[in-house]
């Protein structure tokens, strides 16, 4: 006996926008939902199991849902809007001058090269990456928590997603 196919279950767009705003709400802190996602967002839904996988507003993805646990990914879009939004050190992870180009263009930040971080960054968060003077310039997950991120010298602290750079060229 095979397993019942999953039935897709109709979703209202006003119902889909508020579990998208309370995940990053929880996810980001208090008042992200509605940073992130204005009322103007639109979904892309998977045609396989009919839920949201991307949330897109005026043409740009501003974050993807991902499927094995249900968090979610920033675009540099979201990543710019969250920046805006919250003041430093909020979730933010901050590297040396030195090397924002390298970072802007989309590559790895390795402890060493960190200068300061949220204190409550845990491993596996999304954080934005900016320079000493608070400018943008990716977005990634976490792979070490704040402390660990200062106090190693060697290995990676943010697998970047997507740099600044990396889009305008």
Excluded at 15 to 33: S, V
Excluded at 61 to 69: D, E, G, L, Q
Excluded at 92 to 108: Q, T
Excluded at 154 to 168: D, P
């Amino acid at each position: 006996m095979g397993r019942k196919p999953e039935t897709k279950r109709f979703v209202s767009r006003k119902e889909n926008l508020r579990q998208i705003r309370f995940i990053a709400d929880y996810q980001f802190g208090k008042g992200a939902g509605k940073i992130l996602f204005p009322n103007s967002v639109k979904f892309v839904i998977s045609p396989k199991t009919g839920r949201v996988r991307q949330i897109v507003d005026q043409g740009l993805r501003i974050a993807t849902i991902k499927p094995a646990s249900g968090w979610l990914s920033l675009s540099i879009e979201g990543a710019k809007r969250l920046h805006k939004a919250f003041d430093f050190p909020r979730l933010r992870v901050v590297v040396m001058s030195e090397i924002s180009e390298f970072i802007a263009k989309g590559k790895n930040v390795f402890a060493k090269h960190v200068v300061e971080a949220d204190e409550n960054i845990r491993a596996e968060d999304e954080v934005l990456v900016v320079d000493e003077r608070d400018r943008l310039l990716a977005t990634g997950k976490a792979v070490l928590g704040s402390i660990e991120m200062m106090d190693f010298e060697r290995g990676m602290a943010v697998s970047v997603r997507a740099g600044i750079k990396k889009l305008e060229s």
